[in-house]
């Protein structure tokens, strides 16, 4: 299933770590602070356990959804590459 993972974390070595540990699971970087691709059940899990244990003691805050076909087809984007 596709996942979507956003994240705030205040500390920036810990964000760091956070933001590789999901490209570790194949997810892509969609924003600075959001993440996007499939996992399986279990690697969201591991990738959760992960990320908990990556964090420390950092204050964060981590949403992890899950999107099914329907939302995904639903979903409205802009995207615009910058003009060099």
């Known amino acids: 299933m596709r ?5 705030d974390i205040t500390h920036d070595g810990t964000r760091s770590k956070i933001a590789d540990v ?13 993440f996007l691709g499939e996992l399986t059940a279990a690697h969201q899990r591991e990738l959760m356990l992960k990320i908990r244990q990556r964090l420390g003691e ?8 899950p999107l099914d076909d329907k939302a995904w087809s639903g979903r ?3 995207e615009r590459k910058e003009k060099n």
């Not at 999901?22 to 959001?34: E, F, H, P, V």
């Open 58 to 65: 950092h204050g964060a805050n981590i949403q992890l959804f």
């Open 76 to 78: 409205k984007a802009i």
């Open 3 to 7: 996942y979507l993972l956003i994240y």
């Open 22 to 34: 999901c490209l570790d699971y194949g997810l892509n970087r969609i924003q600075y602070s959001a």
